[in-house]
């Protein structure tokens, strides 16, 4: 059963739980879900290991800072200052909800972000990067990488979603002065 409570409400779940009166086959089926979810972590990870051997990996703690547009109806949307890694100018860019007119009204938030390249380059530089939390924030991120190939004409990726596990999550971080996150990228080499 993959229940998860406080103690005191222990033996309330164990009387209402279902999983007891399940048939072998029901619960096979359950049990090869989780197999399915642990062998998609497992792969996640042994991803992120492959990327760890990479000769040019670079990290740095990110802050984002809330902005608003100069639109008539005010938009709010999050932005770091310039940052430095792999001898490489980058900003990111964060919106709510992908910008929607009045995420306010709405109980269900979502965060969404960019990485842009500021800096020329010679040639095109293929990247690999995640955003995961930060050493002092206790938000639950999923890991995901995503992949980019930077030009000078393509320089910045479209928006992807910050893998935040749910929207309690992300509430956590807007209601925060300041979102601090930590940005890995890796440079592929050809």
């Given at each position: 059963c993959p229940?998860?409570?406080?103690?005191?409400?222990?033996?309330?779940?164990e009387a209402e739980c279902t999983h007891p009166a399940k048939t072998g086959n029901e619960l096979?089926?359950?049990?090869?879900?989780m197999d399915q979810t642990r062998k998609k972590e497992m792969q996640l990870y042994n991803s992120i290991f492959s990327l760890l051997s990479f000769e040019k990996i670079g990290y740095t703690e990110v802050q984002f800072r809330p902005y608003r547009t100069d639109d008539?109806?005010?938009?709010l949307y999050y932005e770091t200052p310039r940052l430095t890694v792999l001898n490489q100018t980058w900003v990111l860019k964060a919106r709510v909800n992908d910008s929607?007119?009045?995420?306010?009204?709405?109980?269900?938030?979502?965060l969404?972000?960019?990485l842009i390249l500021k800096s020329k380059i010679n040639s095109p530089m293929e990247c690999s990067f995640l955003l995961l939390e930060g050493p002092?924030?206790?938000v639950k991120i999923n890991?995901?990488?995503y992949h980019f190939v930077f030009t000078n004409e393509n320089n910045e990726t479209d928006y992807m979603p910050l893998p935040i596990v749910d929207s309690v999550e992300c509430n956590k971080l807007l209601a925060?002065?300041?979102?601090n996150l930590r940005l890995f990228i890796f440079q592929i080499q050809k």
């Open positions: 229940w998860q409570g406080p103690y005191h409400e222990l033996s309330v779940h096979m089926e359950i049990l090869d879900e008539f109806i005010t938009r929607e007119r009045n995420p306010n009204l709405s109980c269900k938030r979502t969404s972000f960019q002092y924030d206790d890991p995901v990488i925060a002065k300041n979102i």
